[in-house]
């Protein structure tokens, strides 16, 4: 067998995998997917905007005006190599979350910890979509309601080193800018990983950070299009809608957890 057809093979076999891992697990994919487009509607724009804002018209800026066109402004505002480094950042995470709850369950044989870590992502959710309805509630989570104590720590250990990127974030500059922003403290974050550890392996748990990241894509890329004044009005308008599907998505990651016990 040469070199050519050990590697179709090897393509083959990953392609399997992947697909074995979008059939299987497509519920909790799914429930990624709301988490990151919900989430990034009512919680992203906060925390994240200021920053695309900031790519967006420091790019603008260094556009010389004759240059200037429709098409340019919006592959601007897409940020391309930052939203793949956010991705990334996000699928690594993945994948580590998955392999350590996976050499948990093979080390200590402990088959219900996949179900234990569904329930923890769905009350992470919960949590997330219960304190927008009720705000009465958010001094008691204030990292979900997004409280700063993590953030400022992140901020005074990584936040001016990355400070001279914003001043041109093009091409690889952009990619490891949203490589380092991808590490920001987030509670909506933290539940996505303890979903991603629910997988119960590497390669899914990638795939559900993957999909999460991919789910908050579209508000920030309409964040850096029309603002972030624009979105915020937007987003007072979802917030309702969206935390009642985020109670909804912690539902049915119960429902998912109590059909592996059973």
């Given at each position: 067998?040469?070199?050519?057809?050990?590697?179709?093979?090897?393509?083959?076999?990953?392609?399997?995998?992947?697909?074995?891992?979008?059939?299987?697990?497509?519920?909790?994919?799914?429930?990624?997917?709301?988490?990151?487009?919900?989430?990034?509607a009512t919680h992203c724009v906060g925390m994240c905007?200021?920053?695309?804002?900031?790519?967006?018209?420091?790019?603008?800026?260094k556009l010389p005006l004759e240059?200037?066109?429709?098409f340019r402004r919006?592959?601007?505002?897409?940020?391309?190599?930052?939203?793949?480094?956010?991705?990334t950042t996000y699928t690594l995470l993945g994948v580590m979350a998955g392999f350590f709850a996976d050499s948990i369950t093979v080390l200590t044989k402990v088959w219900w910890l996949g179900p234990v870590l569904l329930l923890c992502a769905a009350m992470f959710f919960l949590v997330f979509g219960v304190i927008g309805l009720v705000p009465h509630l958010a001094g008691l989570f204030p990292n979900m309601a997004g409280g700063n104590s993590a953030g400022a720590w992140?901020?005074?250990m990584v936040?001016?080193?990355?400070?001279p990127l914003f001043g041109a974030p093009f091409g690889w500059r952009g990619y490891l800018l949203g490589m380092m922003l991808g590490f920001i403290p987030c509670g909506l974050i933290y539940g996505?990983?303890?979903?991603?550890?629910?997988?119960?392996?590497?390669?899914?748990?990638?795939?559900?950070?993957?999909?999460?990241?991919l789910g908050t894509v579209p508000m920030l890329f309409a964040t850096g299009v029309i603002g972030q004044y624009?979105?915020?009005?937007?987003?007072?308008?979802?917030?309702?809608?969206?935390?009642?599907?985020?109670?909804?998505?912690?539902?049915?990651l119960a429902m998912l957890a109590f059909h592996q016990i059973g």
């Open positions: 067998m040469d070199e050519q057809q050990i590697l179709i093979r090897i393509i083959e076999s990953g392609w399997a995998q992947c697909a074995t891992v979008l059939q299987e697990d497509s519920g909790v994919l799914a429930t990624a997917l709301i988490a990151g487009l919900v989430g990034s905007g200021p920053f695309v804002i900031s790519q967006v018209t420091s790019r603008m800026e240059k200037m066109s429709e919006l592959t601007g505002a897409a940020l391309l190599p930052y939203q793949f480094g956010r991705l992140w901020n005074r936040g001016d080193r990355i400070k996505a990983l303890v979903l991603a550890a629910a997988g119960g392996n590497a390669l899914t748990g990638g795939f559900v950070m993957a999909v999460f990241g624009a979105t915020r009005r937007f987003r007072a308008f979802m917030a309702p809608v969206g935390r009642g599907l985020m109670v909804v998505n912690a539902v049915i």
